[in-house]
């Protein structure tokens, strides 16, 4: 028989026991429940982002207009550049990308050079411009520079080459080139990067454009195009070359490309969107000829 002292010892072993056995359950049952809570806590997160970003918690409704926005303006810092000069920003959206605007730039030369904007390749300068055009900014501004390119370059206000809007905008349509051309050289029955007419805007750092443009008075080719077409002369393009053939002197930094006799921007017009007409030529193409140019 065995002893009062065994059987205590076989008593506190099973308490033992069954004090581990609880123990043991309990940690399951909490473990289970921190896992379903986590789980419906997670399952609570994922239902939520879907929600925020299908805009279910949007107080105003308000839908995702990115896709809308036919240009993007970047701030320029005019603390930075002083010869920045600050009249807004053109629209975002709702803008003209069919047909063409009509550019009217009058100077001191001679008659007024009429050019195509083409809303169709370039919507986004001819909004510039025509922004730029309705605040005055290029009237009493002088073309200061004959480019060894052969254009005449104006649009800006400072004449240093550095000035401009207090915002930016990307290249719309860069010329493309024969990816074989070996040179500078057009290979034969291809026509020019950019024919005589060409109006293209000028930035730099390239792709940074602003206010600056040139008009090209005579064919340039290049394997590295730079400067995005926006449009063509289709009037008063013998002014352009005139100009074109004014003497150069230094412009203060060692570069004789100043003409020699001011050439002033008197006034710069946009006219309205026009569509139904032919637009400008693409950047891959020469100038069609116009009977009202030359």
């Known amino acids: 028989m065995a002893s009062s002292r065994d059987r205590q010892r076989k008593l506190a072993r099973a308490k033992l026991d069954r004090q581990l056995a609880r123990r043991a359950a309990a940690t399951r049952r909490r473990r289970q429940i921190q896992?379903?809570?986590?789980?419906?806590?997670?399952?609570?997160?994922?239902v939520a982002g879907s929600a925020w970003a299908l805009g279910a918690f949007d107080s105003d409704q308000k839908q995702n207009t990115a896709a809308e926005e036919t240009c993007l303006w970047t701030p320029q810092d005019a603390t930075a550049n002083t010869n920045l000069k600050d009249v807004g920003t053109p629209a975002t959206k709702d803008l003209p990308t069919e047909g063409?605007?009509?550019?009217?730039?009058?100077?001191?030369?001679?008659?007024?050079?009429?050019?195509?904007?083409?809303?169709?390749?370039s919507p986004c300068a001819a909004a510039s411009i025509a922004h730029l055009a309705s605040r005055s900014f290029y009237d009493n501004t002088?073309?200061?520079?004959?480019?060894?390119?052969?254009?005449?370059?104006?649009?800006?206000?400072?004449?240093t080459g550095l000035g401009g809007p207090t915002y930016s905008f990307y290249?719309?349509?860069?010329?493309?080139?024969?990816?074989?051309?070996?040179?500078?050289?057009?290979?034969?029955?291809?026509?020019?990067?950019?024919p005589?007419?060409?109006?293209?805007?000028?930035?730099?750092?390239p792709g940074n454009n602003g206010s600056q443009f040139l008009i090209f008075f005579k064919d340039f080719t290049t394997t590295d195009p730079k400067y995005p077409v926006i449009g063509r002369v289709t009037g008063g393009l013998d002014v352009v070359e005139k100009i074109g053939?004014?003497?150069?002197?230094?412009?203060?930094?060692?570069?004789?490309?100043k003409p020699s006799t001011d050439v002033t921007i008197q006034t710069l017009t946009v006219g309205e969107p026009v569509t139904g007409a032919a637009p400008a030529p693409s950047a891959s193409g020469a100038p069609a000829s116009s009977p009202s140019a030359g």
């Not at 009217?104 to 390749?121: D, K, M, R």
């Not at 719309?172 to 057009?186: I, Q």
């Not at 007419?197 to 750092?205: C, Y």
């Open 142 to 159: 002088k073309c200061h520079e004959i480019t060894a390119d052969g254009a005449l370059r104006c649009g800006d206000p400072s004449g």
């Open 35 to 46: 896992a379903g809570v986590g789980a419906a806590l997670i399952l609570v997160l994922v």
């Open 245 to 257: 053939a004014l003497p150069t002197v230094d412009n203060g930094t060692g570069a004789k490309v």
């Open 171 to 194: 290249d719309e349509e860069l010329p493309t080139v024969p990816s074989a051309s070996p040179s500078a050289s057009p290979a034969p029955g291809q026509p020019p990067t950019y």
């Open 100 to 121: 063409t605007r009509a550019m009217t730039v009058t100077t001191n030369q001679g008659a007024p050079i009429t050019a195509e904007l083409s809303l169709t390749n």
């Open 196 to 205: 005589k007419g060409t109006v293209a805007m000028i930035a730099n750092p």
